[in-house]
């Protein structure tokens, strides 16, 4: 073998061990077994040569039950890889946390600093739906209301359309300023409906409260599987240890 195939091997071997890595810490993640993926996460993260390393801190944050290290992995992506396809949603995570921490100004800045960075955003729907939510949650009822009506008639077959319907104050109606928040057990996320309507059925036959929600991420459409209504995330953690036992991984999310 040449010397320049042998450098050219010793450069390639690395990152095709590296990506191997972490679509297995994905396979892992999509599988709810959240623990070692985190563990492979961690490891990548921790080397500077891995060219998926947004990746790695993106998924990194959707591990964090802490809000504040979710925020930190977000805002390294943002930070550190400009170009990375993950930076987009990045900045909708980091809102989505706002929201959940009832800091809606800032989830107002954020949401619109990526829809005039990324004016075509593949969720633009659910970016116009938290920020229509923000400003209602801020007292500003009237761009709030506005924002809504903008997804409706732009996206009338979306989801977070539908969503943003029932918050919209009917003529005569006087519905709450804002949606009900909740808490929910997140234990797997699907790309085929199917499979996670029959886990979710499962877990019915178990006397769970379940949802099967659709979100979509990246272009992607994922079917999110919950787990209970809770009015804190508190509470939530503190049933998880139900389905932990089990042997039902899980993470506490935001409802909506």
């Known amino acids: ?4 195939r042998i ?4 450069f390639i071997i690395p990152l095709s061990l590296g990506a191997q890595d972490i679509d297995e810490a994905i396979r892992l993640f999509e599988s709810f077994q959240f623990d070692r993926s985190r563990i492979i996460f961690e490891d990548i993260v921790k080397k500077d040569d891995n060219p998926r390393l947004a990746e ?10 802490n809000p ?3 925020l930190t ?4 992506v943002i930070k550190n890889y400009p170009q990375s396809r993950y930076i987009d949603i990045s900045y909708l995570e980091i809102a989505k946390i706002n929201i959940a921490r009832e800091n809606y100004q800032d989830a107002i800045v954020t949401i619109n600093e990526l829809l ?3 004016p075509d955003v593949a969720f633009k729907d659910e ?4 920020l229509g939510v923000s400003y209602i949650g801020a007292g500003q009822k009237d761009p709030g209301h506005a924002t809504l009506k903008s997804l409706i008639a732009a996206y009338p077959k979306s989801e977070w359309a539908v969503r943003a319907a029932s918050i919209i104050p009917e003529k ?3 519905p709450p300023d804002q949606p009900r928040e909740y808490y929910t057990i997140q234990i797997g996320s699907y790309r085929n409906e199917g499979n996670a309507q029959k886990v979710a059925g499962d877990l019915r036959g178990k006397n769970f409260e379940v949802r099967v929600v659709q979100a979509e991420v990246k272009g992607n459409v994922y079917f999110r599987v919950w787990v209970g209504q809770f009015s804190t995330a508190d509470a939530a953690k503190a049933f998880a240890p139900k389905l932990d036992s089990l042997g039902i991984k899980g993470n506490v999310v935001k409802g909506y």
């Open 68 to 70: 504040d290290s979710a």
């Open 56 to 65: 790695a801190h993106y998924y990194l944050g959707r591990l964090s039950i």
């Open 172 to 174: 005569g109606d006087n």
């Open 127 to 130: 970016a116009l739906f938290w």
């Open 1 to 4: 073998m040449s010397r320049y």
């Open 116 to 118: 005039k960075s990324f």
């Open 73 to 76: 992995h977000y805002r390294i």
């Open 7 to 10: 450098l050219l091997a010793l």
